[in-house]
Nanobody, 127 residues
Framework: QVQLVESGGGLVQAGGSLSLSCAAS????????MGWFRQAPGKEREFVAA????????YYADSVKGRFTISRDNARNTVYLQMNSLKPEDTAGYYC????????????????????WGQGTQVTVSS
């Protein structure tokens, strides 16, 4: 089993930046597709970004494209989400997710594709 722990959330003003980290333990995630999702109160969990285990392919929700960047450091067993130009509507709990058994260039965009989840980190963007 792989365990995921997110960190880096906090309170930031609109236009600011935050960098989230997802540290994995228990297994190496070098062959895991990874993703970031978010969930605001009263809303469903939504896809934010995904990265293949090769690191060569990434995919973003339209709402964050051009502002967020997903990356991974397999040597550190960590995935990152750099968030720039933050908006109040980015306010949510952010969750890291992992899935194995996929090809090196595959990225996954649906929550049900991911069996492993972290506990989340809160991001609050004030206007």
């Amino acid at each position: 089993q792989v365990q995921l722990v997110e960190s880096g959330g906090g309170l930031v003003q609109a236009g600011g930046s935050l960098s989230l980290s997802c540290a994995a333990s228990g297994r190496t995630i070098s062959t895991y597709a990874m993703g970031w999702f978010r969930q605001a109160p009263g809303k469903e969990r939504e896809f934010v970004a995904a990265i293949s285990w090769s690191g060569g392919n990434t995919y973003y929700a339209d709402s964050v494209k051009g502002r967020f960047t997903i990356s991974r450091d397999n040597a550190r067993n960590t995935v990152y989400l750099q968030m720039n130009s933050l908006k109040p509507e980015d306010t949510a709990g952010y969750y890291c997710a992992a899935a194995t058994g996929v090809g090196p260039g595959t990225f996954l965009v649906f929550p049900y594709d991911y069996p492993y989840w972290g506990q989340g980190t809160q991001v609050t963007v004030s206007s």
